[in-house]
């Protein structure tokens, strides 16, 4: 996983009721943009370290765009 600051990660919820985590990433770790990673997460505004796990993904601003869009524009039922 490699991600450069200004990228996204997302950390997926395994509940329903739960939403994914979304924070924005400040530093990565290495040179080569892999973890950790240093995220301002969205909800609380706070900064912590991140090691990604298998739950994790990495956006571009671009792509959370197109990501939130595809959510908000899916049919109910």
Known sequence: MRAQPGDWLVVKSGRTAVPDRHGRIVAAGTPDGGPPFTVRWFL???VSTVFPGPDAVVL???QRRGHRAERTSAPRH
């Open 44 to 46: 609380g505004g706070y």
């Open 60 to 62: 571009t601003e671009a």
